[in-house]
């Protein structure tokens, strides 16, 4: 009995430590509003975007992700198409506005990109996880230090890549939301989703 009840309070200590796992937003939901100042100093809001069609929120990891990279040129690749539909495109990331402008440099993006450094977009829109210790120190080896890169004093936090469609009312039309970061949605299922 006495190890039954050490097992017992073992495995409920663990699962209170453990993280509780990022779900996204879901299709139908009221999407969080978003506000700030881009790369470029302007003034963005989803409340304003959405008045001129629908908005395409993606949520990336930072510069130094090569999946995250190669998503953005292709929107940027594509631009023209998701603007013929009426559509605007916002990206978002944790790291800081220095990161951001090494995005631009990288990808060559012309919409919209804000800083996210404290998480409060991602954690409203339910795609940030902690970055393990574990996970920190194998980026660091790869000279990629998540806590310089995301001025930030506490643990790292990252988003699970995830885009949104959001259309003139604010409910979500579209989502995708995938753990493995080096799966993004094409383009042309963006513009399929796009109403």
């Given at each position: 009995m006495?190890i ?8 409920i200590?663990l699962?209170?430590?453990a993280?509780?796992r ?14 700030g100042?881009?790369?470029?100093g302007n003034?963005?809001s989803?409340?304003d975007?959405?008045?001129k ?15 995250c990279?190669k998503e953005?040129?292709n929107?940027?690749d594509?631009?023209?198409?998701l603007?013929e ?14 990161g ?18 404290d ?9 940030a996880?902690?970055v393990?210790?574990r996970?920190?120190?194998?980026l660091?080896?790869s ?10 004093k506490?643990?790292?936090v990252?988003p699970?890549p995830a ?10 039309t579209?989502?995708?939301?995938n753990e ?7 383009v ?6 796009i109403r």
């Amino acid at each position: 009995m006495k190890i039954f009840l050490l097992s017992l309070f073992a495995a409920i200590t663990l699962a209170a430590g453990a993280q509780e796992r990022p779900e996204g937003l879901f299709i139908n939901s009221k999407a969080p509003d978003i506000s700030g100042k881009d790369q470029n100093g302007n003034n963005v809001s989803l409340k304003d975007l959405r008045k001129k069609g629908p908005v395409v929120v993606v949520f990336y990891r930072g510069n130094w992700c090569p999946y995250c990279n190669k998503e953005l040129k292709n929107l940027q690749d594509s631009l023209q198409l998701l603007t013929e539909k009426k559509a605007t495109v916002i990206a978002i990331s944790p790291e800081a506005s220095e990161g951001v402008q090494e995005t631009v440099k990288k990808t060559g993006a012309g919409f919209s990109i804000l800083s996210d450094a404290d998480a409060k977009l991602a954690k409203a829109y339910q795609v940030a996880y902690t970055v393990d210790e574990r996970m920190v120190k194998r980026l660091q080896a790869s000279q990629i230090d998540l806590v310089k890169i995301n001025n930030t004093k506490e643990a790292p936090v990252l988003p699970v890549p995830a885009v949104y469609i959001i259309n003139r009312d604010g409910t979500i039309t579209y989502r995708y939301f995938n753990e493995n970061y080096r799966e993004r949605p094409s383009v042309r299922v963006l513009l399929e989703n796009i109403r």
